[in-house]
């Protein structure tokens, strides 16, 4: 999921992803619109089933009201403990809602201006940003994800080695890779847990007591949610819901984080329905007026990223993404950390919404469904939006035409799989514009404005194109396939690198069949006298230490991503030793005299060696050679 809390770099760090030459496309069945209460139930116990997810809590409200709230399967499955309504979920990111709710408080009462500097505000907080005099990072951008910031390091993920409270100024000094700014503020949206790390911090500073505090008493107890909390006290705990990782499934436990704001609460379905009816009531609770309408009206709205100057209304606001799903608008946020997945999402429009947590990380297909059943079934009575038709010419849309290529990657480290999965090509068939991934089939956009578009089923502009930094055209899109930021680029090198890396995968993979037959040969004793052996085993050695990257990745798992073990030591090693056996190879196949060795095997051998020199570049390129994932970046 795309707000997961739990940092997933570790496992995508399996290289192998390079030298994958084909996509397979799964088809998924769209579950049956439910039109009863015992029907949406029912549809959600099948998604369980499915998807092997011990347990789900869910609430339903409509009219403003709540209409059910309830559990379907196992809060823990050794005691069969059910889950029901008061069951308490770890919710990840849905703790971000909070934080941003605290400091729309805040600016209320005239203690903070969102608006403001954070260097000004906090200057103890180490940054650096080449923009600082015309762009500085201000404290919104932090909350709308547009500062530029890195996610967190592999070692900032998991506290296991400090006081669960370890101070979050002690962080942010020890992790200041992510407080880099990548790119000029106010212009790109890429989601950053360090940014709420700050938000909360900023909290601290400013009321001069802890975070969690300010919040418990501002919000979580004047909005009923008489469990919830940060911090893992002994009434949530008492409720808490066992997490599993959706495999066996095995019970993971509560490993400790660091960014405690940004994905530390704990919540029951019930309590979140509490905050739906918040929101739909436009911050009231009971006939208190917690929250002004326009606070929350700016905290549904994105105003700081290029895509919302130029007129997307869709994307993150301040900790709640506005967004198309099922045909219409919704607004909300989803959560992700190990053991769980969760969401929220609401109409004001309509007065209804709807809260689905489930206690299984490797649940997202379960999730996505159950999302999809909730506002079917809450929106049944509802007419669907009409998107009015807007003329744009031919020649006009030949303006947005070209490859586009992502720029806006939310971990650093991890860029290259956007690098390597390859843009998207807008092209103009027929006089409408299309968007297509490098292969594959196109999909219509629709026009809704002179630089909007949308999908033939949404209700709104999903994608919109402006003029990025550089003068570059750009495009940003909500709609079935979610860009952030994506520049038009020449398609030359993308295209030439895919073909590239797909042919460096073939001659690599086939040092491995012809393995087999010369160690087969070997063990038969018909290759005595042929010499060179290690022009044969060198390159196969150094396929071999490539291959072990998903072997060591697969090992990875909880606090052991930012620890010193056997697996971050094998990353390290094979990371190291990969491209030197590449290197070695090559020279060798290289100066071995022909006459010494069958024409074939020495063009085979420097064939892969030459393979694996060219994936150890690109690795060295990505900055993906010694890397250290127990030590800060």
């Known amino acids: ?24 496309a799964q088809t998924k069945q769209e579950p049956a619109p439910p039109k009863t209460l015992e029907e949406v139930q029912k ?31 196992d809060a823990d499955i050794a005691s069969k403990r059910p889950v029901t309504c008061d069951t308490e979920f770890r919710v990840g990111s849905i703790s971000k809602t909070f934080v941003a709710l605290a400091l729309l408080k805040l600016q209320e009462e005239g203690k ?32 709308e994800h547009t500062a530029g910031f890195d996610d967190m390091e592999p070692a900032e ?72 909390d940060y911090r893992f006290t002994g009434a949530n705990k008492a409720l808490l819901a066992s997490g599993y990782d959706g495999k066996s499934p095995t019970p993971i436990g509560y490993p400790y984080i660091y960014l405690r704001p940004a994905g530390d609460l704990k919540a029951s379905p019930g309590e979140l329905a509490k905050l739906v009816q918040f929101f739909l009531r436009r911050g009231m609770v009971g006939q208190t007026q917690l929250l002004r309408p326009e606070s929350i009206l700016r905290m549904e709205t994105p105003r700081t990223s290029l895509a919302a100057q130029h007129g997307l209304r869709l994307g993150y606001g301040l900790a709640n993404y506005r967004e198309v799903a099922g045909g219409v608008v919704t607004h909300g946020h989803d959560g992700g950390i190990d053991g769980f997945v969760s969401t929220y999402r609401y109409m004001p429009e309509e007065d209804w919404g709807y809260v689905v947590l489930l206690n299984s990380e490797g649940s997202g297909e379960a999730l996505e469904n159950s999302n999809h059943l909730a506002i079917d079934f809450l929106a049944k009575d509802y007419p669907k939006p009409y998107t009015p038709v807007f ?4 020649n006009e849309l030949q303006t947005f035409a070209g490859f586009y290529a992502q720029r806006a990657p939310r971990d650093q ?44 089923k949404d209700p709104e502009a999903t994608t919109v194109f402006f003029s990025g930094e550089g003068g570059r055209m750009a495009l940003t899109s909500h709609g079935n396939d979610s860009v952030s930021y994506a520049e038009r680029v020449s398609p030359v090198w993308p295209y030439t690198r895919a073909l590239l890396l797909a042919l460096c995968a073939v001659l690599m993979l086939s040092s491995l069949a012809f393995a087999v037959v010369w160690m087969v040969r070997k063990l038969l004793g018909k290759m005595k006298g042929v010499g060179h052996l290690s022009v044969r085993g060198l390159p ?12 060591f990745a697969n090992g990875l798992n909880g606090a052991a991503i930012g620890t010193l073990n056997v697996f ?32 074939g095997v020495r063009l085979h051998s420097l064939l892969v060696s030459l393979a694996c020199s060219i994936v150890a570049v690109f690795l060295a390129s990505w900055g993906l050679i010694g890397i250290r994932l127990w030590a800060s970046l």
């Not at 068939?429 to 578009?453: E, I, R």
Request: hydrophobic share 45%; proline share 7%.
């Open 43 to 73: 549809s959600i116990k099948s998604e369980l089933d499915k998807n092997h997810v011990p347990g789900a809590g869910a609430a339903f409200i409509s009219r403003g009201e709540l209409l059910w709230c309830g559990g379907i399967g």
């Open 112 to 143: 903070i201006n969102l608006e403001a500097r954070l260097h000004d505000v906090a200057p103890e907080i180490p940054m650096s940003n080449a923009w600082e005099a015309a762009h500085p990072v201000r404290i919104v951008n932090l909350l």
């Open 391 to 394: 003329s744009v010419s031919p």
């Open 568 to 599: 971050t030591l094998g990353i390290f090693l094979a990371s190291i030793l990969f491209p030197l056996l590449a290197v070695l190879s090559l020279v060798l196949a290289l100066r071995v005299p022909e006459e010494e060795i069958n024409r």
């Open 1 to 24: 999921m795309r707000r997961t809390f739990r940092c997933r770099a570790i496992i995508i760090l399996s290289l192998s992803v390079l030298l994958t030459t084909a996509l397979l």
């Open 413 to 456: 480290v991890l860029a290259f799989l956007e690098d390597v999965a390859g843009g998207m090509r807008i092209g103009v068939l027929d006089g409408q514009l299309t968007l297509s991934h490098m292969v594959g089939k196109s999909q219509p956009l629709l026009p809704a404005g002179k630089n909007l578009f949308r999908g033939d």
């Open 540 to 551: 196969l050695l150094a396929v071999l230490c490539f291959l072990s990257f998903p072997f």
């Open 157 to 228: 993920v998991y506290n296991a080695r400090d006081p669960y409270d370890y101070p979050l100024l002690e962080v942010f000094k020890r992790f200041q890779e992510p407080q880099h700014v990548r790119w000029s503020p106010d212009t790109r949206m890429s989601y950053s847990n360090p940014g709420y790390g700050i938000a909360g911090y900023l909290i601290e500073r400013i009321t001069g007591e802890p975070y969690d505090k300010y919040i418990r008493e501002t919000f979580l107890q004047p909005l009923g949610m008489t469990n919830a």
